[in-house]
């Protein structure tokens, strides 16, 4: 059985995002719940916020600005807690069936993150539908669609492997929640999500360019609005994200298997 | 099949397994107990390659625990003692993603998934969600999710912990058809006296991390006397210790799976 061929390593990554996203089917409440935030964030926060005049750069309606850094927020909240079904599936047993297959930890961590994509995703229809039905100029195109996805991918899986090796260290619910709370409030403010970093304070200005998310909203500026720009290079986006997954993975790779000792 | 020697796990200052050199042979069911606490589940863990061991060598299904983990992992099946099938999936979609993580070819996917739901007479709920069903129903499951690559040994820990005495025997007989038909090695760890004469060939006592005896149950309980039981056996290696051993973790672990499992 060829399992250190490549098509086996992608069966059990499969195997993995499959079984997670069989579990959102067969109970969905979760997505649905989870789109109420940013509808809250939109239409209170963006409202109130669009009232303040120049806060967005070069003549860009607020809502417009904020948009896509709501969407960003939205699959980071959904990805941040996602090492707490890590530590419930340790502490219910589950986890030990996949630690004692063959599967290489990398591809059981991929499959996670690839599981979180789908969520993000998810998320990121519902955000565009808002986006649109709040007169944002939401670009359609498929092929910027389809860029916005893969970056929404990218995000989901990148914070939800931070999140899994965050869990892999505390190893406990409750530490998680503490910590989890802690961890997203800085990734979120310290980013360019729902301001420019122009009107940071020089220190928090270099905080946020070192921030992933600044990339994935950057990135996503330019691909979910209409006539939307990049600040830092497509490119850059894109290259700090990977690189960041990449590390990321490789890290959780290594701790994952603790969770079990 | 199983072969360790020397085998030691030390969590800071204590050795909760103390120079274990076990054989278990091809084709036998061994049964491994011993007081909470004792080092049953850390010697599992270890044979299982979950925990790496501070000192000593084993060897299992013929690759070394260590440095042919993955080698191991494909040749044994392993049962925890927690719940490991999840409830949010169905019967059916636990049996697929064990047979993806152990890459069964996709032509013989469906085929071994549904000889499997037969054996274990899980055909008729397969497409209802685990957490719907009893306790019985789930370690038949599990059993199934850690068989349904063949493997040549069997790892369960504790599998019959919670049951009642019909979904016990169910099991039992599970266990005894699966080396029956496909002369599985098992390896189980039990609290119950009456499984082992129910089910083992040979068994090995663990107290204090150290394997105090090793013998089949009739060897064992004629070094006590005529009329010995393995309460008796038992009884002789742990001595007075039995009530002052459990810790707090494996008391939460074993009610928490027979709630779990009940």
Known sequence: ?261 | MIETEGLSRRFGEHLAVDDVSLVVRSGEIFGLIGPNGAGKSTLIKMLTTLLPPTAGVARVAGFDVVRQASLVRRHIGYVPQLLSADGALTGYENLLLSARLYLIPRAERESHIAEALERTGLTEAAHRLAQTYSGGMLRRLEIAQSTLHRPELLIMDEPTVGLDPVARTGVWEHVRKLRESFGTTILLTTHLMEEVDALCDRLGVLHRGRLEEVGTPEELKAEIGPEATLDDVFARVAGGDIETIGRYADTRATRRSAIEHG
């Open chain 1, 1 to 261: 059985m060829g399992d250190r061929s490549l098509a086996g390593y992608l069966t059990q990554v499969y195997a993995v995002a499959d079984a997670e996203v069989r579990k959102l089917r067969h109970d969905p409440t979760e997505l649905l719940t989870r789109a109420i935030q940013p509808a809250i964030w939109l239409i209170l926060f963006g409202e109130v916020m669009a009232q303040v005049r120049g806060l967005a750069p070069g003549g860009v309606p607020y809502l417009d600005f904020l948009a896509p850094g709501i969407l960003a927020q939205s699959v980071l909240f959904a990805a941040i807690f996602f090492g707490i079904s890590a530590i419930w599936e340790r502490d219910l047993g589950v986890l030990h069936r996949y630690m004692v297959s063959p599967a290489p930890r990398s591809a059981l961590v991929i499959g996670k993150a690839v599981s979180s994509a789908v969520r993000g995703l998810s998320q990121a229809v519902v955000v565009y539908i808002l986006a649109a039905a709040l007169g944002i100029g939401v670009n359609f195109h498929p092929l910027s669609l389809l860029a916005a996805a893969a970056l929404i991918a990218l995000g989901s899986g990148l914070f939800s492997t931070f999140s899994l090796i965050v869990a892999c260290i505390v190893k406990t619910r409750e530490r998680f929640m503490g910590i989890g709370q802690v961890l997203t409030m800085p990734i979120f403010f310290a980013s360019n999500a729902i301001y420019p970093i122009d009107i940071m304070p020089p220190w928090l200005q270099a905080v946020s360019r070192a921030n992933p998310l600044t990339y994935e909203v950057d990135g996503l500026r330019a691909f979910m609005l209409e006539g939307g720009v990049s600040r830092f290079g497509l490119l850059t986006d894109c290259a700090v994200l990977l690189g960041a997954w990449l590390v990321l993975t490789a890290l959780a790779a290594r701790l994952y298997p603790r969770m079990t000792t």
